[in-house]
């Protein structure tokens, strides 16, 4: 099995069900509320394998926290959780090392998500 999840969400409520649906699916899941306390949860441990963030955090958005973590792990799998996208499957981005799901989306649709990322 990969290494840990870390979930990155402001909306505790968003979190907790995003946490608790990997969960369930049998994953290790970490959490963080903000961009900063997820770079020291990524500097602090190596072994995550996959980033899933809201785009719209407060202070370091979902982006920069991308970006930010790319530089400590460069081969790091990102999904983007966004209101602002289509309600859709995660969408693969260019580098196919990053998804974007829009939100609201089932518990399927994270799970299928997130193991197309791991999985790849």
């Known amino acids: 099995m990969a290494g840990p999840i870390l979930v990155v969400e402001d909306e505790a409520l968003v979190r907790i069900v995003a946490v608790e649906t990997l969960e369930d699916f049998g ?18 441990n190596p072994a995550i394998a996959l980033l899933v963030t809201d785009v719209g955090l407060p202070g370091l958005d979902g982006r920069q926290l991308a970006e930010a973590a790319r530089k400590l792990r460069p081969d790091l799998p990102v999904i983007f ?34 193991r197309a990322m791991i999985d790849a």
């Open 27 to 44: 994953f290790t899941v970490l959490e963080a509320a903000r961009g900063d306390e997820a770079l020291a949860q990524l500097s602090a």
């Open 81 to 114: 959780m966004t209101g602002y996208a289509p309600r859709s499957d995660a969408t693969p981005a260019p580098d196919a090392r990053t998804f974007t799901l829009g939100k609201p989306f089932t518990p399927d649709q994270l799970h299928r998500a997130v």
